[in-house]
Each structure stands twice: as structure tokens, then as C-alpha cells.
């Protein structure tokens, strides 16, 4: 008995070392910074019907905190992106559908969670953006050049 335990330990255990690399935290499932700049803060920046802008509520008294824009700037310089991209980081789990970026702003009937004080600003999977945000996150958007 006792030995048939520790059989299958050994062998949960080997399991658990052969996945390893096929999954390497922050590796080859690693966010893309480009993807990122290009791609996800102009959803961040973008104001949709209804809506206040995600970066209007995120550069202040949330705690996910995006830098605020500079004055006259409507978009975020080099530094403020890299900030931006690091605190994204947490909200973006990689290759991981449970990532709150991906449920928290998506209505709670197209697989979102309950509650988001921002609203709810994808009504579907099938929104564009939204599938932008998947797409970063699951580490599969397309390379456009
Ligand atoms: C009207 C203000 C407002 C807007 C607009 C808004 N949010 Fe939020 N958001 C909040 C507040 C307040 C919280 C914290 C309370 C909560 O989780 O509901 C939050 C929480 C979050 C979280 C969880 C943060 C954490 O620390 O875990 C994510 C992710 C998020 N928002 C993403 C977005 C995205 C993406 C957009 C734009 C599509 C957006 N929010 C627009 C106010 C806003």
C-alpha cells in the first residue's frame, strides 16, 4: 500500500518536471511589449458609446494604474508605455482565458465575470477588440509584417 503511494508520487512528480518545459513561465507564453504598444493601448485610449475610456478611470484611483497622458498628448511616449506594459502585466496572465483583462470588461453573458465598476464594455467574444486583447494575452496575435 504504502509503496504504491509513493509509486505514484514518483511518477505525478516526473509528470510534473516533464511539463516544465513545454511551459516555462514567462517564456515562450511571455507577453509581447510590441503587441502591447501598438495594439492594446489603443484600446485603452479608445472611447466607445456609453463609456467613459479605460484610461480615464485606469490613470487614477484604480488600483490597476496606467500613467496618465501628458498634457496634449493623446497617446503614451516610450517610458510610459514600458510603465503601462508592467502593470498590465498582472491583469494579463499569460495564455490563460481567467486573465481579468479579459474577463473583467466583458458582459457577464458572453463569459465575463460579474462585475467590473467600469463597465462592461464588450458585449461579446466576438467583439474586435476584444479579440485583440485575447489574442495579446494567449500570446497568438498575428504578425502584421
Ligand atoms: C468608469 C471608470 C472605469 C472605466 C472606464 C474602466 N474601468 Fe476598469 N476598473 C475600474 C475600477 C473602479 C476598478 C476596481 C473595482 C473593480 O474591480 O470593479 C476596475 C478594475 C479593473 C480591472 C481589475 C484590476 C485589478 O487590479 O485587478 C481590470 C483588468 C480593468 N478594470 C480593466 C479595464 C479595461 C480594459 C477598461 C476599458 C475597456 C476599463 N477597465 C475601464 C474603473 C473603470
Not at 511518477?11 to 509581447?32: E, R
Not at 502585466?89 to 465575463?112: D, F, I, Q, Y
Not at 467600469?118 to 509584417?145: I, R
Request: glycine share 6%; aromatic share 8%.
Amino acid at each position: 500500500m504504502y509503496t504504491t503511494t509513493v509509486v505514484c508520487w514518483a511518477f505525478m512528480l516526473v509528470g510534473v518536471l516533464n511539463q516544465q518545459p513545454a511551459s516555462p513561465a514567462g517564456a515562450s507564453t511571455s507577453l509581447d511589449y510590441e503587441v502591447f504598444k501598438t495594439k492594446i493601448q489603443p484600446i485603452l485610449l479608445a472611447k466607445r458609446p456609453g463609456h467613459a475610456r479605460c484610461v480615464a478611470c485606469h490613470s487614477q484611483g484604480t488600483p490597476l494604474r496606467l500613467q496618465p497622458l501628458s498634457p496634449g498628448s493623446t497617446t503614451w511616449n516610450e517610458e510610459q508605455s514600458r510603465k503601462n506594459f508592467e502593470v498590465m502585466k498582472r491583469v494579463a496572465v499569460p495564455a490563460t482565458m481567467r486573465a481579468r483583462l479579459l474577463v473583467h470588461p466583458l458582459a457577464e453573458a458572453a463569459g465575463g465575470d460579474f462585475y467590473h465598476n467600469g463597465g462592461k464594455h464588450f458585449n461579446s467574444q466576438n467583439d474586435p477588440e476584444w479579440q485583440t486583447l485575447k489574442a495579446w494575452v494567449m500570446g497568438s496575435t498575428p504578425k502584421s509584417d
